[in-house]
């Protein structure tokens, strides 16, 4: 190191661009001391050069310093209304440093609130199928505690979800079938199906679909579907007792066919008289039979709604005194009275004349079979408010008290052998029941035991409104 001597050097940092570093000025410390008498004009000039040098990096760095903090406030207040959702602030003043910052920043926004809005709509739309759909859906967590349930499942369990989050699924379904199912179905991660019934508030019978939730590898916990297939169920079990009742019915008449045949060819038919008698009986159950199977078309074809009703304006007045013409034969022959007692003011209803004359002639026809002789119909109508309303009165041998919510069931019968005696088919008044409800109407009976019975049925009075399938 001979030769060289310590001198001080002071440094001047002089920002040469904005970030990209700074220029550093050294002069050796020994040139500041020089004497200022007998300057030159390089002298001074290097002077001048210094002490710019000296007095411009300060005020310069400062102006630099105070333009980045308000930029970074910039940006932070940007950055905070980001967080509030509010993607219009992109504004970063008009510095030229701050110009691809603002660029960056408004794509920023534009995907931030792309990506927002996506979210929205998806769980929106997640939010809508969970409100209406018509399975209840629940959320458990690992231990089985419920952490969301949508609107089905708060009527289905007759719970409000408020009172339920949180809580274990088995004190809303109860069922410990139930509760081991998803026991598996968490240790297992597999999905599982069970049914099951719930006797209280009300008689359900339930499916529960269980399926394992998973964030990310992790299982979180199971989601549980319930579908109410009460009214399924139902359905299937009054369609076997459907076709175990049909079954029943034609069985009845066929058998005595066969009986009375098989009687005939055994040698009842020499005799002249028996001969008659068993064909007549024969005759009269392939009757029976044939009417049997008649009213089970019509309920069937009723029920299904293939019938198309002819609706128009009916003079309700003149189709009972019609019906009534019709039937009287048959009264009278059961030494009964038949009366018709109509109002001349009656207003005509709206509805199908011909499915309304069948509907009277149930009505006539069942008063008839449970009238002892001696006894009276009266067939009446009277308006009331939009309606007129059909009683069919009689004076026979009634109906018990708890048999009366059943009458109108298909093959509902008070007294089987009574009703098999007079032709009956046990259809009668559900279709009576059908073709009423069909004209918005309604139907009723009232009944006291070995009185009679007062069966009465509403029909819309013909007015403006105009029902469906009506020219
Ligand atoms: P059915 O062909 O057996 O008459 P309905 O459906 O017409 O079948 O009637 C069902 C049951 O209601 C009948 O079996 C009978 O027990 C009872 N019923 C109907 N009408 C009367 C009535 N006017 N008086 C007494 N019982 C009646």
């Not at 004497?35 to 001048?48: P, V």
């Not at 199971?222 to 009460?230: E, K, P, Q, S, W």
């Not at 009375?260 to 008659?276: H, I, M, Q």
Request: net charge negative.
């Amino acid at each position: 190191m001979k030769g060289l001597r310590r001198q001080a050097v002071l440094y001047f940092l002089v920002p040469a661009a904005v970030v990209a570093g700074a220029l550093a000025l050294s002069v050796p410390m020994g040139l500041l001391t020089v004497r200022t008498e007998g300057l030159g004009l390089g002298h001074l000039l290097l002077l001048a050069v210094l002490v710019g040098a000296l007095l411009v990096p300060p005020v310069g760095g400062y102006r630099l310093t105070i333009h980045l903090a308000n930029l970074l406030d910039e940006v932070r207040e940007v950055i905070r209304r980001f967080g509030e959702g509010d993607f219009s602030a992109t504004g970063l003043g008009p510095a030229p440093e701050a110009a691809e910052l603002r660029v960056q920043m408004g794509e920023t926004a534009r995907s931030l609130q792309e990506q927002l809005y996506s979210l929205l709509a998806e769980k929106g739309q997640l939010e809508a199928m969970l409100a209406h759909m018509a399975e209840g859906v629940l959320l458990l967590d690992h231990k089985g505690r419920i952490l969301a349930l949508n609107p089905a499942a708060e009527g289905i369990f007759q719970v409000r979800r408020e009172e339920v989050l949180g809580r274990y699924h088995l004190e809303i379904t109860h069922n410990s079938e139930l509760e081991e199912r998803l026991r598996r179905v968490l240790a297992e991660g597999r999905s599982e199906a069970v049914e099951f019934t719930r006797a209280w508030p009300q008689e359900q019978v339930l499916e529960a679909r269980l399926a394992p939730v998973y964030r990310g590898e992790e299982q979180v916990g199971a989601l549980m579907v319930i579908h109410d297939i009460t009214r399924f169920r139902r359905l299937e079990r009054m369609r076997s007792e459907f076709v175990a009742n049909v079954s029943h019915e034609l069985r009845t008449p066929l058998t005595a066919i066969r009986g009375f045949a098989e009687t005939l060819l055994e040698g009842a038919d020499e005799d002249p008289e028996t001969r008659r008698h068993f064909l007549s009986l024969m005759h009269k159950e392939a009757q029976r039979l044939s009417a049997l199977i008649e009213d089970l078309l019509d309920l069937s074809r009723l029920e299904s709604g293939r019938v198309r009703f002819q609706f128009g304006e009916v003079a309700l007045g003149e189709l009972c005194h019609e019906v009534a013409e019709r039937l009287r034969p048959r009264a009278d022959q059961a030494g009964l009275s038949l009366r018709v007692e109509i109002p001349p003011d009656l207003p005509p209803v709206r509805g199908d004349r011909d499915r309304l004359a069948q509907v009277l002639i149930n009505l006539v026809d069942n008063a008839i079979k449970y009238t002892p002789s001696g006894g009276e119909i009266r067939v009446m109508a009277r308006p009331e408010g939009a309606v007129v309303r059909v009683l069919v009165q009689d004076t026979g041998i009634g109906i018990p008290r708890s048999d009366l919510p059943r009458v109108f069931e298909r093959f509902y019968r008070v007294d089987k052998a009574r009703s098999r005696a007079s032709g009956g088919t046990g259809l009668g008044l559900s279709i009576v029941k059908h073709i009423v409800e069909a004209h918005g109407g309604e139907v009723g009976v009232e009944s006291e035991l070995g009185k009679g019975s007062t069966f009465f049925f509403t029909v819309p009075a013909a007015g403006p409104t105009r029902l469906p399938g009506e020219e």
